[in-house]
């Protein structure tokens, strides 16, 4: 019976040298190159929250900044409006409300936006990484370029994303104002219907 447990280190020993190592000299995500690399491994598992953490810092605060404002206006049309208004309102809004964090409203995005099948379809081997101050780019074997800015806490996070996901938090802004004045306006009917005489 021996020989079994030989045989075992023989296959084990290896694979457990091959998977050290390769922790060991993975890139950290405080270089460019660890970033994009997380992303990759992200893409792969088809998984956009899990590469959430290496956007930039204006692309979370965005996403968060979407669920607050979701929440307002769920909150508004439950309390105010009046079928068939409210189910569509709440068809529209109540996901990115209910999200658990901004990495959930960046998945929901990367769903609908395609993101995810945009970068399959781009990511590569890194070919070059160029690096100016709190600035990189890192252009794949492909030629494709993927920007990134270094956060306050050391990481990487790409901008590719940052100018969609400001737009939708400004959308979102404007959107919960007009849904909160809406819900206003019906409440105030509610209470001159209530206020009227029986004829």
């Not at 922790?23 to 190159?33: G, I, R, Y």
């Not at 307002?72 to 809004?93: D, H, M």
Request: hydrophobic share 40%; proline share 5%.
């Amino acid at each position: 019976m021996r020989w079994f447990w030989w045989l075992g280190l023989i296959v084990v020993v290896p694979i457990l040298g091959l998977w050290a190592y390769a922790h060991l000299t993975f890139p950290a995500d405080t270089t460019p190159q660890g970033a994009y690399l997380r992303i990759v491994i992200a893409v792969n598992k088809g998984a956009p929250a899990d590469f959430f953490a290496y956007t930039e810092t204006d692309a979370q605060h965005a996403c968060y900044s979407i669920r607050d404002y979701r929440k307002q206006i769920v909150a508004a049309v439950r309390t105010s409006y009046p079928e068939p208004e409210r189910t569509e309102l709440l068809g529209k809004y109540q996901a990115y409300a209910d999200a658990a964090d901004g990495a959930n409203v960046f998945a929901l995005y990367a769903s609908q936006m395609g993101w995810l099948q945009r970068l399959r379809r781009d990511l590569s081997g890194i070919e070059h990484v160029e690096v100016k101050g709190d600035r990189a780019s890192v252009q794949t074997a492909r030629g494709t370029r993927y920007p990134f800015r270094r956060r306050d806490n050391g990481i990487w996070g790409t901008t590719l994303f940052t100018a969609a996901l400001v737009t939708e938090a400004e959308r979102a802004a404007r959107d919960a104002t007009i849904v909160e004045q809406a819900a206003r306006d019906y409440e105030r009917v509610k209470v001159v219907k209530t206020q009227k005489p029986a004829p």
